[in-house]
């Protein structure tokens, strides 16, 4: 047979073998390939503003843990001491002087002395006030002095006494008049710490309130289970109710993750340069979860807080009033607990109840109400627990006493550390103060992890251009195949 | 007895309030330390464990294409013959 036969039969052999090969193929890639995914960070890694922090859960677990560094009496005693010595020498409307006016106020309430700081507060305002300052050179006085007043009066206020009610409500004004020159002031603490004192006052008039909500209007008096399908969450009406109990509305629709995943990967994924494309992922803060102000708040007369809110806004106010401020507080422990109930995040909200309950007596004076509070933790720690493992139940308990246990040990290191360091004649204000503790002390914050992430299946037509090329490659592999066999005949056919 | 116990509710109710904006030099530090301590891990992999190998295409474009050249050698090698 001539060279131009053989070449004939042997490529009709490879073009008929080459099509079942690509049908093949095919088949085969369809049947071993599973679905692809891909994750994305929830949309709470969009903070509020360009440069503001961002929630993270690991935030609320170690808060509820105290698992912070956080300083003890001497230190603020000492930095007092030091201020007021500065006093002497500095000229007292100076800017220096204005700092360390704020730095004696804060000591003092962080000593549980709030009423001693609201006279030298007001001798700075004034001062200021004397130089012209205006506008956002007052938001440290507005937020402390506002803040010392309604600490010292709010007990009064509760107990009924309506002078203390009005000089609560000059605290808030005070607040208020704060987050109006600044308004994106760390985490939005403010505006939330205004909602708290707005809400304490409305249950000093109505105590009820407060088995009937927490601080952020999240109703407390229904079951998890009945609050889930209630009517209520007919606030979603444009929204899914199946929604409800997860962190995102991400994969409804509403909010294109993989739109965010493009962005995300624009900037490497890097948080400090989200600023570069804003524009673009400013509106993914839509698909955060709403909170708060739930059925029958609008009854409630919290003016600063009417509608419902992303649920990461509330959060961060409560970590950074909790660190920066007072520490562990009920109000603080029960809105954590529903909040993370909210969206999904149970062993979180578990912690918080069990920490609440701890810090019951605190919530309000009368006994009756602190057992209402005890009673509502309970009944959400067991609806989570008939959603948990079995064996992971029994250890939930045990788990918290022994991490709320190292926090706790942690702060009593460090604040050991600091009194053993100015008992020695260290100066508080070296940068190095700290460093001989961090070395013996492993970070006490807690990793962030999956629970972080938001993973989504990619639509099966993304998997297309990879199956047509496996599908191609099977069809030459077996077109090789067909070719080379036929050749092999041909050439035992073909007789020199 | 009700001046002792009105007291006492405001003392646990004090407790309760105490918690808020404060305002001091130390905390933009603290804000500083507070956002790196919770830098972002790296995602999860995208669970790709069922799907074929990304090689697995050029191994058989490789083989097919190989096979192809052989069966051209193959009619290469032999001349022309008269039937």
């Not at chain 1, 109000?331 to 993370?340: A, D, P, S, T």
């Amino acid at each position: 047979m001539s060279r131009g036969g053989r070449l004939i039969w042997t490529l009709l052999a490879a073009g008929v073998a080459f099509v079942p090969g690509c049908i093949g193929s095919a088949f085969l890639f369809r049947t071993n390939t599973g679905p692809i995914t891909e994750s994305v960070p929830l949309p709470h890694h969009v903070p509020k503003s360009p440069n503001a922090a961002s929630f993270r859960f690991a935030m609320a677990h170690d808060v509820i843990h105290e698992r912070y560094p956080k300083h003890g009496s001497v230190w603020y005693m000492e930095r007092e001491r030091l201020a007021r010595e500065k006093l002497k020498s500095v000229p007292a409307d100076s800017d220096e002087a204005f700092g360390l006016y704020d730095d004696i106020g804060t000591g003092l309430d962080r000593l549980g002395k709030p009423a001693e700081a609201i006279p030298l507060l007001r001798n700075k305002l004034e001062l200021q006030q004397k130089r012209g300052l205006s506008g956002r050179d007052l938001y440290t006085t507005y937020a402390n002095l506002g803040t010392f007043i309604v600490h010292t009066n709010m007990p009064k206020a509760i107990a009924g006494d309506s002078k203390g009610k009005d000089a609560v409500r000059e605290g808030i004004d005070l607040l208020k008049k704060s987050v109006e020159v600044n308004p994106e002031a760390h985490f939005g603490r403010e505006v939330w710490q205004i909602v708290l004192a707005e809400f304490l006052l409305a249950a000093s008039d109505d105590p009820k309130l407060m088995t009937k909500f927490d601080f952020v209007g999240d109703r407390i008096d229904q079951p998890w289970g009945e609050l889930r399908t209630s009517e209520h969450v007919a606030r979603f009406k444009d929204r899914s109710k199946d929604s409800f109990g997860r962190a995102s509305f991400f994969g409804l629709g509403y909010v294109d993750e993989r739109e965010f995943q493009r962005q995300w990967n624009v900037i490497g994924g890097n948080e400090d340069r989200l600023p570069e494309v804003w524009d673009n992922v400013k509106g993914v803060r839509d698909a955060i979860m709403i909170v708060g102000a739930e059925e029958d708040w609008k009854d409630v007369p919290v003016r600063s807080h009417r509608s419902h809110a992303e649920f990461d806004d509330p959060m961060l106010a409560i970590i950074g009033m909790w660190r920066q401020g007072g520490g562990a507080n009920p109000h603080f422990c029960l809105c954590i607990g529903e909040i993370m109930l909210r969206v999904g995040q149970r062993r979180i909200a578990w912690t918080a109840y069990e920490r609440c309950k701890q810090l019951a007596s605190r919530y309000w004076p009368k006994p009756e109400i602190q057992q209402a509070l005890r009673d509502h933790c309970d009944s959400r720690q067991k609806e989570i627990e008939q959603t948990l493992p079995a064996e992971e139940v029994a250890n939930l308990r045990p788990n918290f006493d022994d991490e709320l246990a190292y926090g706790q040990r942690y702060q009593k290191e460090y604040q050991d550390f600091e009194a053993a360091k100015i008992a020695a004649g260290a100066d508080m204000h070296d940068e190095h103060f700290f460093d001989e503790f961090q070395q013996r002390h492993k970070p006490i914050a807690s990793p962030t992890g999956p629970e972080e992430w938001y993973v989504f299946q990619k639509p099966y037509y993304d998997s297309f251009p990879a199956m047509f090329n496996f599908m191609l490659s099977g069809g030459v592999l077996c077109a090789g195949v067909a070719a080379f066999l036929m050749s092999c005949w041909l050439y035992r056919l073909t007789k020199i | 007895m009700f001046r002792l116990l009105a007291t006492f509710a405001c003392l646990f109710a004090l407790c309760g309030v105490a918690s808020a904006c404060l305002n001091d030099s130390e905390l933009p530090g603290h804000e500083r330390e507070f956002r790196s301590s919770y830098k972002r891990e790296a995602p999860p992999a995208p669970s790709t464990d069922s799907q074929p190998s990304s090689n697995t295409p050029l191994v058989l474009y490789g083989t097919g294409g190989a096979l192809l050249a052989g069966a051209g050698l193959m009619i290469l090698r032999r001349p022309s013959t008269k039937a």
